[in-house]
């Protein structure tokens, strides 16, 4: 699956949004891609995470592991497409954690799969936990890498580790105190899963 065809996924279900958008990562920007609205459709879903498990194939995981709630579908789907069990992690006070009876055993290795990277401060912390647990963290993925090239956006890499995507797309984001938007007053949304405030910048 190509770029062209991962775009139309989103064009198709209106997941690609433009207005004024608090992310999860905390900065602003112009656009917003809402992976859910790919996500809830099982083919697609399955199309994108078949693709992303052909990109990790050569690298000998063991279990896929992804931060909630985000990365859970697109997680499931590369579980499926390797073959390994998918788990998820949960934020408990802040802190991600495994519950559910998930569990991760010394020496297995963990793919972390989120669906939209920005910054990487999810994967960050998912990682963070592999290591807690003794496990080993071989690669990260997601079905779209929107980092900035500053940030490491479209090198392949993500904290050291291989990093696999099926989309690139570098979109601007702000700081709030730089960002455009909040300067002429526009409302800001807040879509993402951290339930931040969507209240006026």
Request: glycine share 12%; aromatic share 4%; net charge neutral.
């Amino acid at each position: 699956m190509n770029a062209e065809e991962v775009l139309r996924h989103f064009e198709e279900t209106e997941a690609l949004l433009s207005g004024h958008f608090r992310l999860s990562s905390g900065l602003h920007s112009d656009k917003y891609l809402q992976c859910a609205k790919v996500l809830q459709w099982p083919e697609r879903a399955s199309a994108l995470g078949a693709a992303l498990g052909e990109a990790l194939a050569a690298l000998g995981v063991d279990v896929v592991l992804s931060p909630a709630m985000g990365g859970l579908v697109i997680g499931h789907e590369v579980g499926r497409a390797l073959g390994r069990r998918a788990v998820f992690a949960e934020r408990v006070d802040g802190a991600f954690t495994l519950r559910r009876g998930f569990g991760l055993e010394p020496g297995e290795k963990v793919v972390v799969v989120e669906d939209v990277v920005t910054t990487g401060g999810s994967t960050r912390e998912v990682l963070a936990l592999v290591k807690s647990l003794g496990a080993v963290a071989v690669a990260c993925a997601a079905v779209v890498d929107r980092r900035a090239a500053s940030a490491g956006g479209g090198s392949g890499t993500l904290e050291g580790l291989p990093f696999r995507s099926v989309l690139r797309m570098e979109v601007p984001t702000w700081e709030e105190a730089a960002c455009p938007y909040c300067r002429l007053g526009q409302d800001v949304v807040s879509p993402g899963s951290r339930r931040l405030s969507s209240a006026k910048a």
